[in-house]
């Protein structure tokens, strides 16, 4: 599996009944209860967002992001609860009295482009508000000096987006969006008709936000969801609505304009894996070969699948081997999945012929290998001897140790893996993984969780992109499995990508 992050391009926090804006607030705090420590009959707040979708559309239009081999795309909601660092903060108040709420649920619900029930266009501006409140309030709304204290508070904006308004000359069609009472009959979008995207409980308040958007962001890729102005997070009514509260409880999740490496973002999941057997076919099994196309050292792709024939060590058709389909993993890599693949002698060769190659309709000689088919008891190791684990060394080409490489580079990290101590013993086919992440401090925060290392026959590499990545210092980690041994070799390659300006 591969990743991609996709970044918030705008996002607000609004407050019920509240023209205030906090746009460019770094923590999103979400809370329901009393309001400014007053007994009133309800106060919540809502976090608004919209996701950058077009990086991770311009790697799927031009195949860096291949789907013809699987449609197992995931898309996980990914934002960093402010609470979560520290386990002594469970059950305490913030700094400003609030008490950090705990069992609740949140909903990720989406934000139609036009409301269902008035037609009113739905799209908002972030704005340019920080604070929450203004400085002091106690010389009354109508004076003078509350007006001057206003303007002069460059962090507090009643500018658009707010509770009220979505852009400067336009309401939502409803205060908040929607009605959490849905008794609105003739004016906005009722609770009971918006679309929920996700439901997530927390049972402490310090959990991370993880919803899952799969669906939501599928349907938005193939074009079947086209109304949406953004997203919303909101507690459920059944909080939004308890009155008479003493108390006010909130949680907190860092926004896009936090100053630390925990800027939300949606994690899409696919599965680009190379797996080549062409080396390492065995009998009997299921194996999968590869065929690799570049114009100019750059991926090629073809107008259409190839599609591949398989002939026999006399250069005869192999019956029920013909015309058999391939799919595209990657931009200008092909693959085709061969099961129950078998000879009379083994080992024996057999040759893969590639057909049907067009670019740009021009139809391309079709192109001949070659594989050795292996008895599958090679595969196994059977017998009275005892498998011992191995060690392992490495070399890294593509990112040199401690490189400062600007984000806007993609990268092939080859990686040679050796049996340690020796210093040409190459190994074809080992079981492999590797891992990015940063450091705060004594704390390793994962960027991309183990993901297996591509295997093509004369490498073992994985791509890794910087242009989703935040400028800091990352690390990657190698694990090798054998024997029922994890061996897991740390920091094998430090390197820190920076911005360009």
């Known amino acids: 599996m591969s990743i991609h992050r996709s970044y918030f391009k705008k996002n607000n926090t609004i407050v019920f009944n509240s023209d205030v804006n906090t746009g460019r607030n770094p923590v999103v705090e979400l809370f329901f209860g ?15 967002f919209d996701l950058d979708l077009q990086p991770l559309i311009d790697k799927i239009q031009n195949g860096e992001i291949g789907t013809g ?73 109508n004076s003078s000096m509350y007006k001057n204290q206003i303007e002069s508070d460059k962090s507090f904006s009643q500018r658009p987006s707010n509770w009220f308004k979505n852009t400067t000359i336009s309401n939502w069609s409803y205060g908040g969006i929607y009605d959490n009472t ?48 953004g997203w919303g997070i909101s507690f459920l009514p059944d909080l939004e609505n308890i009155t008479g509260l003493t108390e006010n409880y909130s949680v907190g999740f860092f926004s896009r304009h936090t100053q630390t490496f925990y800027e939300p973002f949606l994690q899409t999941n696919y599965n680009n894996l190379i797996e080549d057997d062409r080396l390492t076919f065995y009998e009997k099994k299921l194996n999968k070969l590869y065929l690799y196309s570049f114009n100019n ?15 026999d060590t ?32 083994t080992p024996c060769m057999v040759y893969d012929f590639w057909k049907n190659i067009k670019i740009n309709g021009i139809e391309i000689d079709g192109v001949e290998n070659e594989f050795v088919i292996k008895p599958l008891s090679e595969l196994y190791q059977i017998g009275i001897d005892n498998n011992n684990p191995s060690l392992y060394g490495f070399d890294f080409y593509g990112i040199k140790q401690d490189e400062k490489i600007l984000n806007t580079d993609v990268r092939k990290v080859n990686v040679v893996i050796k049996k340690a101590y020796t210093t040409n013993e190459v190994l074809q086919k080992v079981e492999s993984y590797y891992r990015v992440y940063v450091k705060e401090g004594q704390t ?16 073992h590499y994985f791509m890794f992109d910087t242009r989703d990545k935040i400028p800091n210092e990352y690390f990657i980690d190698i694990k090798v499995i054998t024997d029922r041994e994890v061996n897991t070799y740390k920091r094998e390659l430090k390197f820190q990508i920076v911005n360009k300006k």
């Open 444 to 459: 390793e925060v994962q960027v991309e969780d183990w993901t297996p290392i591509n295997r093509t026959p004369d490498s």
């Open 314 to 345: 006399y250069e005869e058709l192999i019956p029920g081997f013909t015309n058999l389909p391939t799919c595209k993993i990657t931009s200008g890599v092909y693959e085709i999945s061969i099961s129950g693949l078998t000879a009379d002698t």
């Open 34 to 48: 009393t309001i400014d420590n007053l007994v009133t009959p309800k106060g919540y707040s809502r976090f608004i």
């Open 182 to 229: 849905n008794t609105s009959l003739n004016t906005g979008i009722r609770y009971d008709n918006l679309h929920i995207v996700d439901t997530q409980h927390f049972e402490f308040g310090n959990e991370d936000i993880e919803f899952d958007m799969t669906d939501e962001i599928n349907g938005i890729l193939d074009g079947t969801i086209t109304d949406v102005s």
């Open 69 to 141: 081999c699987t449609d197992n795309m995931s898309h996980i909601l990914n934002m960093t609860n402010t609470s979560s660092f520290d386990k002594d903060l469970l059950n305490d108040s913030w700094s400003n009295g609030r008490r950090r709420a705990t069992s609740f649920d949140l909903v990720l619900y989406r934000i139609p482009k036009t409301s269902g029930t008035t037609g009113d266009i739905q799209s908002w501006d972030e704005g340019v508000g920080y604070d929450y409140y203004f400085g002091n309030s106690s010389s009354g709304n």
């Open 297 to 311: 050292g750059n991926p090629q792709d073809f107008d259409e699948n190839p599609i591949v024939d398989l002939y």
